[in-house]
């Protein structure tokens, strides 16, 4: 008897409210829309279809239709919604993918394994993509954005791998064309850095690619460390300029070279190529109109100067450095010039040698 009145007050406080087009109504199909649990004296059961705070004579689309929102209770334990379903639960903006964007929730088991799948609507008349909003109190601010396309944005902030046990993180482009960041939206924008992919179609395979925009007044690319902690400093250890000069180290850069390297270079061989121009190597010195100094001149110049023709002075090297190429040029032209005065000193032997005989 006692379970009867609960039931009967519950069918008459549903009939009052649906009076009122701002509370609900419910879709009376038969007898048993609502019943109660003889176990559990709270549970109340609804076999058909619910509206709430929706117009009077309009059925419900759904089993739960709600004309509002839905809050729940203060609780200090979490709230749940269950899907119930060996595929997942599905959340629409409005009715169904075709008019709108949606929430996919997939079980264990199902085709896709326990995926969550954000869908937008290509055929929107704007752009469908995925916006990550923050909400200070002030209003909406992006935070990150994937277009339609599939294009990231994150508006200001950084990708952070957390802490883990594995020592290696990846970001993977999985594709066999190149993978691109930009420093805002393309080359004509910024700096970047590409990867090509091992089967590139057109480009170089495999390459890494630095670019920087020449277009400001930067255009460099640096290769630079960060020290001193928080409030420290970079220090750069390379830098290939826009006009094509390597800088290692920190060094002075004269005009007319493309390396400058401080401290020193330590390698097994070094080539030095020539020009055409036959006067940069000293082979000229064996010409038949080539004019050897004297040995008397060479001497005078020597007392003089301090060092031999054609040579730089010590203050000079200091000075302007040492040009490898023209060095053993010049070393060349006094061995051979050097090589001419034994054979002229031979002459003269053998001369002696015949008179005294």
């Known amino acids: 008897m006692k379970k009867q009145i609960i039931i009967t007050c519950a069918i008459a406080a549903i009939s009052i409210l649906s009076v009122n087009n701002s509370y609900g109504q419910w879709s009376t199909v038969n007898a048993n829309d609502i019943e109660t649990d003889p176990g559990v004296v709270n549970d109340v059961f609804i076999h058909n279809y619910l509206g709430i705070g929706t117009s009077t004579g309009t059925p419900p689309l759904h089993r739960l239709t709600v004309n509002g929102d839905i809050g729940f209770e203060n609780s200090t334990n979490y709230r749940h919604i269950w899907g119930r379903s060996d595929e997942g639960l599905a959340i629409y903006s409005r009715t169904n993918w075709t008019d709108g964007s949606g929430i996919l929730l997939d079980a264990v088991g199902s085709t896709v394994n326990g995926a969550i799948s954000f869908v937008s609507n290509p055929a929107a008349p ?106 420290g400093g970079w220090t750069t250890n390379m830098a290939i300029e826009k006009d094509g000069k390597v800088i290692v180290g920190s060094v002075p850069t004269p005009a007319g070279y493309r390396l400058y390297v401080q401290e020193g270079i330590l390698t097994e061989k070094v080539k030095v190529a020539m020009s055409n121009d036959p006067t940069n190597w000293s082979d000229f010195v064996f010409a038949d109109d080539y004019e050897l100094r004297s040995i008397n001149d060479v001497e005078e110049y020597i007392k003089k100067n301090k060092h031999l023709p054609e040579i730089p002075s010590t203050e000079e090297v200091h000075a302007n450095g040492l040009d490898l190429a023209q060095m053993d040029a010049k070393l060349l032209q006094k061995i051979e010039e050097l090589t001419l005065y034994i054979i002229q000193q031979q002459k003269e032997i053998e001369k002696l040698k015949a008179k005294m005989n």
């Open 126 to 231: 704007t752009d469908n993509s995925f916006a990550f909003i923050n909400n200070n109190g002030g209003g909406w601010h992006p935070v990150g954005l994937i277009s339609g396309e599939g294009d990231l944005s994150l508006g200001g902030r950084s990708i952070e791998y957390g802490p883990g046990t594995s020592l290696d993180h990846y970001l993977k482009g999985n594709t066999n064309g190149s993978m691109a960041i930009f420093a805002k939206t393309g080359w004509h924008e910024g700096a970047g850095i590409m990867l090509n992919g091992a089967q590139h179609p057109t480009s170089g395979q495999g390459d890494i690619v630095l670019v920087a925009n020449g277009n400001g007044n930067g255009g460099a690319i640096y290769f630079s460390k960060w020290s001193g902690g928080q409030f």
